[in-house]
């Protein structure tokens, strides 16, 4: 984005509902997740790259100068870009395999052991070079712009060596400065035990605190750092050892908890007061509780559950019923989640976990910016803030998660600039009419 682009101002007309998610400047929990400050019939103004007022368009169009520049939203819905707060986006190959060997009856557990799972990938990932890697990520950047996604977090991972773990961080680098996707970098080397410590995790979780943290934090390549608690992986004092670690490194704090088994991570989460605790299909009451009196804010990944074959979903419910700061995510991976479609989780949340369409959009937009540091600046259309939003070819927000496996994407915008647009069926030009505007 060149300066001049930046500087143009903007204005969007003609949006049917302009769903703003307006509202106190925090993540939201219990009723309020369902107040998405709806205007009806109105309008954006955008200068500088960001929101300078929303309204009716009534209110607004006097405003509106010959040196706006407008976007008509056809009679469609405008809405804040998604955030995917759980997201493993830079990796090499498939594992289209395991997918069949699933729908076989294998387990994830019983692929795992067979020398598949993640240590599969990160085989792969090790063999790629930063560029091959680089290529493929971008195609999937394309994937999450076209589903309304405008800001994803990017966990390494896949590399489970300094170097090969340092080169994802890199690539995570290059994809903020060459693809129009924003992407929040996280620290994951503490996703498995490499088969080079096969059976000898604490020497691993020592390589993780001893070399690879000070090397991350030497390159500034992460803002959080994350671990898999769980069975079979890290234990919760191996996994205490790690978050510890990254905190005296100054990076804030994730976790993958209770995603197979209830293992404590939830409780570890909340005694090290992270910023979020991710999976929890199996986090129990004292769980939730432990969260909420900690603060931490529950990433609930469905997408996981439905491609992985299973029927425990997390507790979106209790959950938000107790006060928890409620976050939906696609936990988009080669293995367990395949899906960078926001859309889809927002309706496996509905149908599989009980939220409401209001409650799903709230966790994937306001309460998604919160989980990443960046609720001042995303998640809602509000004065001040970037101006990332979505025109849906659609009359009524909820029809988003309504029409499953249909993409009501038309047109993305990031910091005010056009980055996506719906074309006809050969892919030759824009179509700038919504269907349903006539």
């Given at each position: 984005m060149?300066?001049?682009?930046a500087s143009?101002l903007l204005?969007?007309?003609?949006?049917?509902?302009?769903v703003?998610?307006?509202g106190?400047?925090?993540?939201?929990?219990?009723a309020?997740?369902?107040e998405?400050?709806?205007?009806?019939n109105?309008a954006?103004?955008?200068?500088?790259?960001r929101?300078?007022?929303?309204?009716?368009?009534?209110?607004?169009?006097?405003l509106?100068?010959?040196?706006?520049e407008?976007?008509?939203?056809?009679?469609?819905?405008?809405?804040p870009?998604f955030?995917?707060?759980?997201?493993?986006p830079?990796?090499?190959?498939?594992?289209?395999?395991?997918?069949e060997q699933?729908a076989?009856?294998?387990?994830?557990?019983e692929?795992?052991?067979?020398g598949?799972g993640?240590?599969s990938?990160?085989?792969?990932t090790?063999?790629?070079s930063?560029?091959?890697?680089l290529i493929?990520?971008k195609r999937y950047?394309?994937?999450?712009?076209r589903?309304?996604?405008?800001t994803?977090e990017?966990?390494?991972?896949?590399?489970?060596t300094?170097e090969?773990?340092?080169?994802m961080?890199?690539?995570?680098r290059r994809?903020?400065?060459?693809?129009?996707l924003?992407?929040?970098?996280t620290?994951l080397?503490?996703?498995?035990v490499?088969?080079e410590?096969?059976?000898h995790?604490?020497?691993y979780?020592?390589?993780?605190?001893?070399?690879?943290?000070?090397?991350?934090?030497a390159?500034?390549?992460a803002e959080?750092?994350?671990?898999?608690c769980e069975?079979?992986?890290?234990?919760?004092e191996q996994?205490r050892?790690v978050l510890?670690?990254?905190?005296?490194?100054?990076l804030?704090l994730?976790?993958?908890?209770?995603?197979?088994?209830?293992g404590g991570g939830?409780?570890?989460?909340?005694?090290?007061?992270?910023?979020?605790?991710?999976?929890?299909?199996?986090?129990?009451?004292?769980?939730?509780?432990?969260?909420?009196?900690?603060?931490?804010?529950?990433?609930l990944?469905?997408?996981?559950?439905?491609a992985?074959g299973?029927s425990r979903y997390?507790a979106?419910?209790r959950?938000?019923d107790a006060?928890?700061?409620?976050?939906?995510a696609?936990d988009f991976?080669?293995?367990?989640s395949?899906v960078p479609?926001?859309?889809?989780?927002?309706?496996?949340?509905?149908?599989?976990?009980k939220m409401?369409c209001?409650?799903a959009?709230?966790?994937?937009t306001?309460?998604a910016?919160?989980s990443?540091n960046?609720?001042h600046?995303l998640?809602?259309?509000?004065a001040?803030k970037?101006a990332d939003f979505?025109?849906?070819?659609c009359?009524?927000?909820r029809e988003?998660?309504?029409f499953?496996?249909?993409?009501?994407?038309h047109?993305v915008?990031?910091r005010?600039?056009?980055?996506?647009?719906?074309t006809t069926?050969?892919?030759e030009?824009h179509?700038?009419?919504l269907?349903?505007?006539t």
């Amino acid at each position: 984005m060149t300066n001049n682009d930046a500087s143009r101002l903007l204005a969007v007309v003609n949006c049917r509902q302009l769903v703003t998610l307006s509202g106190a400047a925090r993540p939201r929990t219990g009723a309020d997740m369902r107040e998405l400050a709806i205007i009806e019939n109105g309008a954006l103004l955008v200068r500088d790259g960001r929101i300078e007022r929303t309204g009716k368009y009534d209110e607004i169009k006097s405003l509106i100068t010959p040196d706006y520049e407008i976007e008509d939203a056809g009679g469609g819905v405008v809405m804040p870009g998604f955030v995917d707060a759980h997201a493993h986006p830079v990796f090499a190959g498939t594992r289209v395999d395991e997918y069949e060997q699933r729908a076989g009856g294998a387990t994830y557990q019983e692929i795992r052991a067979a020398g598949g799972g993640i240590l599969s990938t990160v085989g792969r990932t090790r063999a790629a070079s930063e560029d091959e890697l680089l290529i493929a990520a971008k195609r999937y950047a394309n994937w999450f712009l076209r589903g309304g996604t405008t800001t994803i977090e990017a966990k390494s991972g896949y590399g489970l060596t300094i170097e090969d773990e340092l080169k994802m961080l890199r690539v995570i680098r290059r994809l903020n400065d060459e693809t129009a996707l924003r992407y929040v970098p996280t620290f994951l080397g503490a996703h498995d035990v490499p088969p080079e410590y096969e059976n000898h995790a604490a020497a691993y979780v020592a390589l993780i605190v001893d070399e690879m943290l000070p090397r991350v934090l030497a390159e500034n390549l992460a803002e959080y750092a994350d671990a898999f608690c769980e069975d079979k992986v890290f234990t919760v004092e191996q996994t205490r050892r790690v978050l510890l670690a990254a905190r005296r490194h100054n990076l804030k704090l994730r976790l993958h908890a209770d995603q197979l088994t209830l293992g404590g991570g939830a409780c570890l989460a909340a005694e090290l007061r992270a910023t979020t605790a991710d999976h929890l299909e199996h986090t129990d009451a004292d769980g939730i509780e432990a969260m909420r009196r900690a603060g931490v804010q529950p990433v609930l990944l469905p997408a996981s559950v439905y491609a992985l074959g299973l029927s425990r979903y997390p507790a979106a419910r209790r959950m938000i019923d107790a006060g928890l700061a409620v976050v939906l995510a696609t936990d988009f991976n080669p293995g367990s989640s395949p899906v960078p479609s926001m859309p889809m989780v927002l309706s496996l949340a509905s149908t599989q976990m009980k939220m409401t369409c209001a409650e799903a959009v709230t966790a994937c937009t306001v309460n998604a910016a919160y989980s990443l540091n960046r609720g001042h600046l995303l998640g809602s259309l509000e004065a001040g803030k970037f101006a990332d939003f979505v025109i849906h070819d659609c009359r009524d927000y909820r029809e988003i998660a309504y029409f499953v496996g249909i993409e009501s994407t038309h047109t993305v915008f990031v910091r005010g600039q056009c980055v996506f647009a719906a074309t006809t069926t050969g892919g030759e030009s824009h179509d700038r009419t919504l269907s349903h505007a006539t």
